[in-house]
């Protein structure tokens, strides 16, 4: 496939699974046996674990929005910077709903093979936005040896 082909692989799945929510057409976007190395270790092979993943982000941020920024590939490499924003409606890792909005930048690879998504990496801001969605606290200030800094 040519690296515009790869391009509108990713840009359709941002597009319809990211932010349409429409896991129908998973089976269509993913490979079966893709690896999502985001993903912890129980969901990160294969088309289930990349559905779960997507159910759960789904229920986190139901308003969430990926904004893609800027688009770069290379042979079978998509690379994106991007915008996410959303208010957190479902439980975090144990944390209830925080009822919070963020905003944050990510920066996502991907490896096509075979006109479908094979392999994903992220990049996240995930202290910002457990700061900006009232988890955890803003860590303190750094020590210095001037007091008055």
Known sequence: MSVEENKAVILRFFDEVVNGQNLDVLDELV???V???SATDEHKHGIEGFRHVSQWGIALLPDGRYEIL???AEGDMVACRVRVSGTMQGELFGVPPTGKSFTAEHVHWHRVAGGKLAERWAVRDDLGTLIQLGIVDPPGRFKTDDPDR
């Open 35 to 37: 690896v999502n190395h």
């Open 31 to 33: 490979a079966e046996d």
């Open 70 to 72: 800027d688009i770069i």
